[in-house]
């Protein structure tokens, strides 16, 4: 629960670099603040529910939610969270199979991915393979 303070092109490039270290048959799963800037209607859901519970906390509320405008609106900051369609496709660009996402709560989402197996199919001779 760390990555989102990875800059996005850090990010992927851990992800081909976890490729290489797993074994065919391996799995990546990550856990992290997977929340896009809004674009999703669950993004959306998300952003309102946490400025109205910061709201509900008075002033204090108000300065995390104008401080948390500069640095997510801007991407500033240490916290750079990546939409889940990101980790997604950053983890098929690196070869992973079988990707997955779900969500856990709020803004928190898990993704998966396998490392393939290498096929178990044999090699047939045909009549020009044995001349």
Request: with cysteine.
């Amino acid at each position: 629960y760390v990555l989102h303070h990875l800059t996005d092109k850090e990010k992927a490039d851990l992800l081909v670099r976890a490729y290489s270290w797993l074994r065919p048959g391996g799995r990546i799963v990550i856990c992290d603040i997977m929340l896009g800037r809004g674009a999703t209607a669950s993004d959306r859901a998300i952003i309102r529910d946490k400025l109205v519970a910061l709201l509900k906390k008075g002033p204090g509320g108000v300065w995390r939610i104008a401080k948390n405008l500069v640095r997510y609106g801007l991407r500033r900051g240490s916290e750079l969270p990546a939409a889940p369609k990101f980790w997604v496709d950053k983890l098929i660009e690196a070869g992973f199979h079988s990707v997955r996402f779900e969500r856990v709560v709020n803004e928190a989402g898990l993704v998966f991915g396998m490392v393939e197996r290498p096929s178990t199919a044999h090699h047939t001779t045909t009549p020009q393979d044995e001349a």
